[in-house]
């Protein structure tokens, strides 16, 4: 059954709504289940010369960390349509060297949000299509856009809306309900 669940965040930021989210989750897990944030933002840019010249030392202990879980629970905001550099840099760091990716075969979620009422779905959608190349099953419904985000959570990270808390409830069950199946 599944136990580690990673947490990818695409936001460094401090007061990030992506990481109340992340909190949020975390704060309400099942018993049983440990969720831990992956650092992402140390990450130097991935470059393929890497390959040969010897790489970063960074992403060896990344990779290792990704490895260690059953699933991994994307939470991205949209920046210019698309997901932000920082999660992409990360997916692929993962990724390499080719056909030994980190990523393989775990069950995903995908959460996107904004502060406008689009909710991130070109974030959402472009994410979703490195993780079908990735080879990682991603529960399709419930669908998370979560719209407006700035009215419900703070930047301190505390809910102000229960709708929303009660929401990110359940999609978190349908996704360890999900994962439990693939894993
Ligand atoms: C944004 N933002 C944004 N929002 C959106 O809905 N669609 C978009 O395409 C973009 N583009 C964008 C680009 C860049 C470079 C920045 C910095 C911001 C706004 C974004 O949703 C907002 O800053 C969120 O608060 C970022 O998420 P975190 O940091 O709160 O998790």
């Not at 202990?61 to 949209?78: A, L, N, V, Y």
């Not at 529960?139 to 990110?168: M, W």
Request: hydrophobic share 35%.
């Amino acid at each position: 059954a599944v136990k580690n669940i990673g947490v990818v965040i695409g936001s460094l930021r401090k007061g990030s709504y992506s990481k109340a989210i992340g909190q949020y989750l975390k704060d309400h897990a099942p018993e049983g289940i440990s969720m831990e944030t992956v650092e992402i933002g140390n990450l130097s840019l991935y470059n393929q010369d890497y390959d040969e010249s010897g790489e970063p030392a960074e992403y060896a202990p990344f990779r290792q960390k990704i490895k260690s879980f059953d699933g991994i629970i994307f939470i991205t905001p949209e920046y210019n349509r698309s997901v932000p550099g920082v999660l992409k840099n990360a997916i692929d760091v993962g990724s390499r060297p080719y056909g030994s990716s980190v990523w393989d075969g775990k069950p995903a979620l995908v959460i996107s949000s904004s502060i406008s009422n689009q909710s991130g779905f070109g974030a959402n959608h472009h994410l979703r299509q490195s993780l079908a190349y990735l080879n990682m099953p991603t529960l399709a419904q419930p669908e998370v856009y979560i719209a407006n985000v700035q009215e419900c959570f703070n930047e301190e990270g505390s809910l102000l809306k229960e709708d929303s808390g009660q929401f990110l409830q359940k999609v978190l069950a349908a996704y360890l309900d999900f994962a439990n199946k693939i894993i």
